[in-house]
């Protein structure tokens, strides 16, 4: 990831960032200010009107009734200017432009499926073109998500069964984070994707590429989507244990469930574990971490199997 | 009445050699404690109690902190994280932030502030106590039944699925609810029927004020959140679909109710924290609050504005857009008063005469942690840059500067102040500064690069984080150790004071309200003996002359002395 942020904010990277950014800082300096106003009054009132003697007994103070007006008004107009500016650029990050490129974006506990105009379908990686508008459509097929890319200042909860949206027109080639800010259970910290902003060119030819599903051998497509479809996360694919079983040696060897009956694990039964993983569970891991993956397509899952007996 | 029975059923209080009679020792029975109806031991069973919850929740967040010290997995695997910072918010909010000082000293403070016997209800504030527990034994139960790790605000789908101990839960929320409506309820009848002849509502203190306006809203807002608990306990269990979309319901809504409640909780967090300060700021400047009508009126302002602002709490959640603008418009006049108070509390000083112990520095400490709460309040409520900050660790920062900055440093000042008149002991006066200046700089070494980290896009609740955020939070980290440290320290001099402390005077401060004008340290089972009579405001120095002796003579002053104190006496309380 690129870095040219500031001290406080991340790289900016859209074209609503820096206005947003000059919003952030206008209230930064004038929150310094009034802070040491208050702070550096506190100090010299401290200072000056400290306790000479135990007997100090000073005269009660007639109250300054400008000056109490004063502090309610000067705040008051503050407040106003920056709600109606914060107003205005939300106005900006909410109306998407007529003309945005739709992408269509599924959010599930604990990753992210994009889906393209031309049939593409990728996980946990989004692809966009620089300076043009784009529009993510958004759902969840379980819990609340919500849709976070810090680099372009966008955030937008994803909700099951409605449809939310966020737009943004990326200024900047590169790669990004994008999070997923509302809190979804277990692997809610590990729910990150990269964005990818690409030339125009350089995206319609990944497009064309993504669109491609058909053509790739099986194995290939299994790791692909073994990435994208975030199976690394828990398994992995080098022996080690993680929430997970390894994939290493998988195939073909002997599983104890956790009734204790011992199984072979051939092709369909990858296929159950990947469509109904909670029905059946290894033992020494814990049932209903990993979700149910029945809405890949056949091939997909062809290929997710054809790959785990690589491994 | 009920104290004569106590006193048959304790041991003699004629057992102590020359200790005159006080709340504390007129009986010593465990069971004189359990059933005592007495305001100051209630609240003396709540401070024990919320002690001890601030203690756990306390250690839950070191082993956050902990966790977040490297990426990856440091000290737990991400469902022990998950549960761990759930625990830390439930505990803090629902059983330490909203009934802290309230229970504590409002309890204790209140009728002494007010020149009456007891609240107006006293076996329903036992009551509440007792309601309280049961709130938290559910919580306990709750842990050993199974996990909760929905966070404390218990989104819904996330927490309609989950494990069956969130059931337990959220009826342990329900339950501790109306331990906070008692008390609400009592305070208000209280204020209104039981103040001593003389005491108009312009000579109430502040604190008074502020824990009446506080009341008003523990009476109207917690229903809502009872209500909403149920709700939610009855779609799990009967299958309604209200929240949860897989039944039919909106998760929308549960949002909605909720911050019903737990926004104007905040002010159930806040308001009273204000009322101790305006306390602090008089009494260790020996000067009239400035604006003494703006600020308690304000109070009452912020409790009734504090029910329209909810929704600043879901800009991002998918609520209409003009939603968001009205509530952010709201948003920003209730940040007013607030900023108001500040001003007022500043411009008290002016031509004091400042004495810096130990609750002052907490209540200076508390202008300055609560402007940057403030201020940061300012800026998630801008639209446009909330879009960025919500949901990171920016507003994780901002509220723990409002919550802990505020109200905790607030209480901590209100203890120091007030403990002497509660156990009759003085506590360790250097240590006392030293405490102060450990949470002081380790509060904000804890706190400030959390802003820095949430403003660069740290996600909140996130077990594990990139790499790029881990700089930042181990600095968080370390320091938070500083705070720890200086907390720890608190709860040693108190512990210590107690047994071995010097004997505290009446009006150690030179405090002019009838806590310490009226009553011994500590004061008698029944307050006061006689029913005082106010001819003065509660900040009238000028006037205070059972406090200081009268006028220009320089026979009394207010510094450790028992009046009118001698030179020698003086010397010795330094």
């Known amino acids: 990831m690129g870095n040219n942020g500031t001290v406080w904010l991340p790289e900016s990277a859209s074209t609503v960032a820096p206005e947003v950014d000059w919003l952030f800082y206008f209230v930064y300096w004038t929150s310094i200010v009034i802070t040491l106003l208050v702070v550096g009054g506190m100090i010299y009132l401290v200072w000056k009107y400290r306790r000479k003697s135990d007997e100090d007994r000073p005269e009660p103070v007639k109250e300054s009734k400008l000056l109490e007006i004063s502090w309610v008004v000067v705040p008051t107009i503050l407040v106003l200017l920056v709600f109606t500016w914060g107003f205005q650029g939300y106005l900006k990050l909410t109306v998407a432009p007529s003309n945005a490129y739709e992408i269509q974006a599924t959010a599930f506990s604990w990753g992210w499926s994009f889906d393209y105009p031309n049939g593409a379908s990728v996980g946990n990686e989004l692809h966009v073109p620089v300076d043009r508008p784009v529009r993510l459509n958004m759902s969840s097929e379980d819990v609340l998500h919500s849709l976070f890319i810090p680099a372009f200042r966008v955030k937008q909860d994803v909700l099951p069964d409605r449809y939310t949206s966020v737009w943004f027109e990326a200024t900047q080639e590169g790669e990004y ?19 990818h902003v690409h030339s125009q060119a350089d995206f319609d030819e990944w497009l064309a590429d993504a669109a491609m599903d058909e053509d790739v051998p099986l194995p290939e497509l299994g790791e692909r989507l073994f990435g994208q479809q975030g ?47 909670g029905e059946r569970v290894v033992e020494g891991y814990q049932a209903g971490v990993m979700p149910p993956y029945g809405r890949l397509s056949e091939r997909e899952i062809n290929a997710l199997i054809a790959y785990i007996k690589e491994q | 009445m009920d104290s004569s029975k106590e006193t048959q059923s304790g041991a003699a209080p004629e057992t102590e050699h020359q200790e005159p009679h006080n709340y504390l020792n007129h009986a010593k029975t465990i069971k004189s404690w359990l059933l005592t109806l007495d305001h100051k031991r209630i609240g003396v069973l709540y401070a024990v109690t919320l002690a001890v919850v601030f203690l756990i929740a306390g250690l839950l967040a070191m082993a956050v902190r902990v966790e977040l010290f490297v990426p990856g997995e440091t000290i737990m695997d991400n469902d022990t994280y998950n549960q761990t910072f759930t625990m830390h918010g439930i505990m803090m909010v629902f059983l330490f932030i909203v009934p802290s000082i309230p229970a504590i000293l409002g309890n204790f403070v209140l009728p002494l502030h007010l020149g009456a016997k007891d609240v107006a209800f006293p076996r329903l504030n036992l009551a509440s106590w007792y309601v309280y527990m049961t709130g938290g034994a559910l919580v306990v139960t709750a842990l050993l039944v199974g996990q909760v790790d929905t966070g404390w605000t218990f989104y819904t789908p996330y927490s309609s699925s989950g494990d069956m101990a969130i059931l337990y839960m959220t009826m342990a929320i329900f339950i501790a609810g109306f331990s906070s409506i008692f008390t609400g309820l009592n305070f208000i009848v209280t204020i209104h029927k039981m103040r001593a002849p003389g005491l108009t509502w312009n000579r109430l203190p502040l604190f008074v004020w502020s824990i009446y306006a506080t009341s008003i809203v ?17 779609e799990r269990l009967l299958q309604i679909g209200i929240f949860d979309p897989a039944l039919g319901g909106d998760p929308i809504l549960f949002q909605h109710f909720f911050w019903f409640y737990s926004h104007p909780a905040v002010y159930i967090m806040i308001l009273p924290a204000f009322g101790i300060i305006s306390e602090l700021m008089t009494t260790f400047s020996r000067q009239r609050i400035f604006g003494y009508k703006a600020i308690a009126l304000s109070s ?37 008063p607030s900023g108001i108070k500040i001003f007022n509390w500043v ?7 400042i004495w810096l112990q ?27 840059v909330d879009v960025h900050l919500h949901d990171t660790y920016f507003v994780v920062s901002h509220f723990h500067y409002v919550m802990m900055g505020g109200t905790v440093i607030a209480l901590l000042g209100g203890m120091h102040y007030w403990w002497p008149k509660i156990t009759g002991k003085m506590y360790n006066e250097t240590l006392g500064k030293i405490a102060a200046g450990l949470i002081f700089i380790g509060f904000n070494a804890t706190f400030f690069p959390q802003l820095i980290l949430g403003a660069q896009g740290m996600p909140r609740r996130y077990a594990t984080y990139v790499e790029e955020f881990t700089f930042l939070h181990q600095v968080s980290t370390v320091s938070s150790f500083i705070l720890a440290a200086g907390l720890f320290l608190v709860l040693g001099y108190m512990m210590h004071s107690m047994f071995f402390g010097r004997k505290a005077s009446k009006n150690p401060w030179g405090g002019a309200t009838l806590e310490w004008t009226m009553t011994t340290s500590p ?10 009579i106010i001819t003065r405001g509660p900040y009238d120095f000028h006037l205070a002359d059972e406090v200081f002796g009268p006028r220009h003579t320089g026979d009394g002053a207010g510094d450790g002395a028992t009046e009118p104190a001698t030179p020698a006496e003086r010397e010795a309380s330094r």
């Open chain 1, 177 to 195: 984070h994008l999070f997923c800010s509302e809190y979804c259970g277990t692997q809610h910290a590990e729910m990150i994707a990269t964005v």
């Open chain 1, 231 to 277: 199976c690394q996360q828990c398994h992995s694919v080098d022996g080690t244990d993680g929430i997970g079983p390894t994939m290493q040696g998988l195939f073909g060897s002997e599983r104890t469930m956790q009734d204790g009956e011992v199984l072979e694990a051939d092709e369909n039964y990858l296929r159950q574990m990947i469509i109904n993983p």
């Open chain 2, 218 to 234: 523990m009476v109207l807002a917690t229903p809502v959140i009872g209500i909403t608990m149920i709700l939610l306990f009855m």
């Open chain 2, 300 to 336: 009452v302002a912020i409790a009734l504005l504090g029910f329209l602002v909810w929704g600043h709490h879901m800009f991002v959640s998918g609520q209409s857009a003009i939603s968001s603008i009205v509530f952010s418009l709201i948003t920003y006049l209730i940040g007013i």
């Open chain 2, 347 to 353: 411009a008290t000083m002016y031509k004091g005469s």
């Open chain 2, 358 to 384: 130990t609750p002052m520095l907490y209540a200076l400490s508390f202008l300055f942690l609560f402007t940057i709460g403030g201020l940061t309040g300012i800026m998630v409520g801008v639209l446009s």
């Open chain 2, 523 to 532: 004061p008698d089972p029944h307050n006061f003996t006689r029913t005082p």
